[in-house]
Every structure is written in structure tokens, then in C-alpha cells.
């Protein structure tokens, strides 16, 4: 029971690189979100999906990019990584409106990100 | 538009006693909202939540949290703490109806709880 695995779990970039976190689940879910964690800024939302093909911005979607081509994934990349990116980075997966189960998200166990 | 707000950065609490963790919130429509509790190098997992119905509401680990509507208000409690419970807690909520409804929930900025023994 795997629940959503997010890889990798510790990178180190260089300003400038690029990169891309991946996000899977499987527990069938419509709706999916990165989230970055950042001390005394909580949770804050980057991109989000509410179904396979579909993406949308949240929160802090400025150098981020994001792409679900198919419903167990979620992509989230880094064309141009700066150190204000250093964080840790959260997915998580829930199921789409009109479930019984809609609004409670499940959570990776987190990417964390340094940009030197 | 939704919001959450935890006043409390840090709460400390002796082993045994109880514990009660402030989250209070502001929407447009009515709120579902959400406690859930991330461990070390954890990420976050689900304690409850209040949809409808009865205004106090049971989850994980013996938690509760009581939703009262006139302040706004979903603090989370437990009866008697364990030095186990010490963990980051966060609220969140999602505005249900009225123009700012939203399906995405908006999280505090999170509240860390020590249970000292």
C-alpha cells in the first residue's frame, strides 16, 4: 500500500540547473498538489491538478512547471533552479468532488531541494 | 477567499496534561475544515475533519477538535498528552460555498507542539 512516493527524496542543484520531481500515487485520485514547506511559511501551494491533462497555478507557481500526462503522475520541474527554490517539497493526492473521501489529502513523504 | 491562521508558534505542554492547539479561520460560505500532524522528516498525515453535523468532532490518536461557528474557531485538544504527540500540527480549510468557494483546502502556517515529560 504505497500511497503517493515522491523521488528523489534529497537533491543538491547548482543555481542555473535544472530538474524534475516526480510524483506518483496510487489510490486512483482525481486531484493532486505540490505544496513547498519553507520554515515559518507553512504550507504553501505551487501547482495543482484536477484531472489527467489538467494543471493550475496556486500560490507560488513562479519557476515552476508542472505536468500530469497521466493520473497516477505529477511532475513538477525546475527550468532554471535559483537558491530562494531550497525547500522542501511536498506532494499529496485526494479524491475529486462528490466522493466521500473528497477533501482529505494524503501526502508524499516530502523531496527536500538545496540550491547552491 | 479562504484563510486559516494559527496565533500559537509553539505550544508547550507536560506529559499528562491536557493540550489545546488554536486554529481559527474566514471564508465567504461555510467551512470544511482539517486538522493534520506532520512528524519528523515526515510528511503530513490526516488527524480529522469537520464537514457537518456534530460540532465536536473525534479523529487519530485520540484527538478532537470542537468547531464553533460563532468564533470562527476549530482548536485542536486532547485530554491527556503524550510525549509522543510532539509533532508540527497544521489546520487547514476549505470555503465551501458563496463566491469564494474553492476546492483546494488553504493550510496555517502550522503550530509546533512539545510535550515535555
Known amino acids: 500500500n504505497a500511497g503517493v512516493t515522491q523521488t528523489p527524496k534529497f537533491r543538491v542543484l547548482k543555481t542555473g540547473q535544472s530538474m524534475t520531481l516526480l510524483c506518483a500515487q496510487d489510490?486512483?485520485?482525481?486531484?493532486m498538489y505540490w505544496y513547498r514547506q519553507d520554515p515559518g511559511m507553512g504550507l504553501r501551494l505551487i501547482h495543482y491538478s484536477v484531472g489527467e491533462g489538467t494543471t493550475a497555478k496556486g500560490e507560488v507557481p513562479d519557476g515552476y512547471n508542472v505536468s500530469r500526462l497521466k493520473k497516477q503522475n505529477f511532475l513538477l520541474g525546475l527550468e532554471s533552479a535559483a537558491p530562494s527554490q531550497t525547500s522542501v517539497y511536498f506532494c499529496a493526492s485526494s479524491h475529486g468532488q462528490g466522493s466521500s473521501g473528497a477533501n482529505v489529502l494524503t501526502f508524499g513523504a516530502g523531496s527536500r531541494l538545496t540550491v547552491l | 477567499a479562504q484563510s486559516v491562521a494559527q496565533p500559537e508558534d509553539q505550544v508547550n505542554v507536560a506529559e499528562g496534561n491536557p493540550l489545546t492547539v488554536k486554529c481559527t479561520y474566514s471564508?465567504?460560505?461555510?467551512?470544511?475544515l482539517f486538522w493534520y500532524v506532520q512528524y519528523p522528516n515526515r510528511g503530513l498525515q490526516f488527524l480529522l475533519k469537520?464537514?457537518?453535523?456534530?460540532?465536536l468532532v473525534k479523529g487519530s490518536y485520540g484527538f478532537e477538535a470542537e468547531f464553533n461557528k460563532s468564533q470562527t474557531s476549530f482548536h485542536l485538544k486532547k485530554p491527556s498528552a503524550l510525549v509522543s504527540d510532539s509533532a508540527l500540527y497544521f489546520c487547514?480549510?476549505?470555503?465551501?460555498?458563496?463566491?469564494?468557494?474553492?476546492?483546494?483546502?488553504?493550510f496555517g502556517r502550522g503550530t509546533s507542539l512539545i510535550v515535555h515529560p
Open positions: 489510490m486512483n485520485h482525481e486531484y
Open positions: 487547514a480549510v476549505r470555503d465551501t460555498g458563496g463566491t469564494g468557494g474553492s476546492y483546494i483546502p488553504t
Open positions: 471564508v465567504s460560505g461555510n467551512p470544511y
Open positions: 469537520y464537514i457537518t453535523g456534530d460540532n
